[in-house]
C-alpha cells in the first residue's frame, strides 16, 4: 500500500509563489511514477507535472516557465510562481508502481493507483 499526502496549499495574491509538496510512503519514491494534477469544478483532472522512476520531470505546457517540479527523497514539490487567477483549483498528487521503464509524462489521472485528499490553491487579482 502507497500512501499520499499533500501539502503547502493557501490563498495568495495573482504574482506570489508557492510550493506545493507531494509526500509518499509505503514504497521509495524512486520506485514510483508520481504526478501533480488539478482539477475545477466540473472538469477532469489535468496532470500539471510529473516525476518518472528514472528521475525525469515532464511540465504541462502551459504552465511551463512559471512551474517546476523536483524530488528529495519521498517528497514530490511543485514550486509554482508568478500565480495567476486562473490557476486556482484543487490540486491533487497521485501516484502508480506503473510506468516502470517509460510512459511516466503527465499520465492521465485513471492511471493512478494511489491519491492524496488534495489541497487547495486560491489565486485571487
Known amino acids: 500500500q502507497v500512501f499520499v499526502a499533500e501539502s503547502g496549499g493557501g490563498s495568495v495574491t495573482s504574482g506570489e509563489s508557492l510550493t506545493l509538496t507531494c509526500t509518499t510512503s509505503?514504497?521509495?519514491?524512486?520506485?514510483?511514477?508520481v504526478a501533480w494534477f488539478r482539477q475545477d469544478p466540473g472538469s477532469e483532472r489535468e496532470a500539471v507535472a510529473s516525476m518518472s522512476r528514472q528521475g525525469i520531470t515532464t511540465i504541462l505546457d502551459s504552465v511551463k516557465g512559471r512551474f517546476t517540479a523536483s524530488r528529495s527523497r519521498d517528497n514530490f514539490d511543485l514550486h509554482m510562481h508568478n500565480l495567476k487567477p486562473e490557476d486556482t483549483a484543487n490540486y491533487y498528487c497521485?501516484?502508480?508502481?506503473?510506468?516502470?521503464?517509460?510512459?511516466?509524462?503527465?499520465?492521465?489521472?485513471?492511471?493512478?493507483?494511489?491519491w492524496g485528499e488534495g489541497t487547495l490553491v486560491t489565486v485571487s487579482s
Open positions: 497521485g501516484a502508480t508502481r506503473g510506468y516502470a521503464y517509460a510512459g511516466c509524462a503527465l499520465p492521465p489521472s485513471p492511471t493512478m493507483e494511489f
Open positions: 509505503g514504497r521509495p519514491a524512486n520506485d514510483l511514477c
